[in-house]
C-alpha cells in the first residue's frame, strides 16, 4: 500500500492524527492544572483521579496506532514533516482553552511551521 493507491486514507489518517494528539495533550494540560495545589506524591495520585489524565493516555494508544497506520502509507521523512502541524494545532488549543500567551515570536514560529507543512504537503 501506497499514498498513490489511498490518497484519501492517507489525508484522513493524517487528520485523524492531529486530532487525537491534540486532544491528549489538551487532556494532560487539563490534568495537571487541576490537582495543581497539591505537591509531590499528593500531586499524581490526584491526577490519576482525573479523568483527564485517562483521556490522554486512551488519545495516546489511538495515536500510536493511527501514527503507524499513516507511516505505513508515506515516506517517514513525509510524515514527520507533516505531523509537525500538531505544533501549531496544540499552541492555538492553549490559547483558547488555558488562554496561553501567543507572542509575536510563537506567532513567527507557528507560520513557519505552517508554510512548511504546506510546501512539504503540496510535494507529496
Request: with cysteine; aromatic share 10%; charged share 10%.
Amino acid at each position: 500500500m501506497t499514498a498513490e493507491t489511498f490518497p484519501g486514507l492517507v489525508i484522513v489518517l493524517w487528520i485523524a492524527n492531529v486530532v487525537v494528539d491534540s486532544v491528549g495533550q489538551l487532556a494532560f494540560k487539563a490534568a495537571a492544572t487541576e490537582s495543581a495545589d497539591k505537591d509531590g506524591l499528593a500531586h499524581w495520585i490526584e491526577m490519576s483521579r482525573r479523568p483527564w489524565l485517562w483521556l490522554g493516555i486512551g488519545c495516546y494508544v489511538m495515536e500510536f496506532v493511527v501514527w503507524l497506520a499513516f507511516l505505513s502509507l508515506v515516506p517517514l521523512s513525509q510524515g514527520v514533516l507533516l505531523g509537525s502541524i500538531n505544533i501549531v494545532a496544540i499552541m492555538l488549543a492553549g490559547r483558547f482553552f488555558f488562554a496561553e500567551k501567543l507572542t509575536p515570536l510563537r506567532v513567527l514560529g507557528i507560520s513557519l511551521i505552517s508554510i512548511g507543512v504546506a510546501v512539504v504537503g503540496i510535494q507529496a
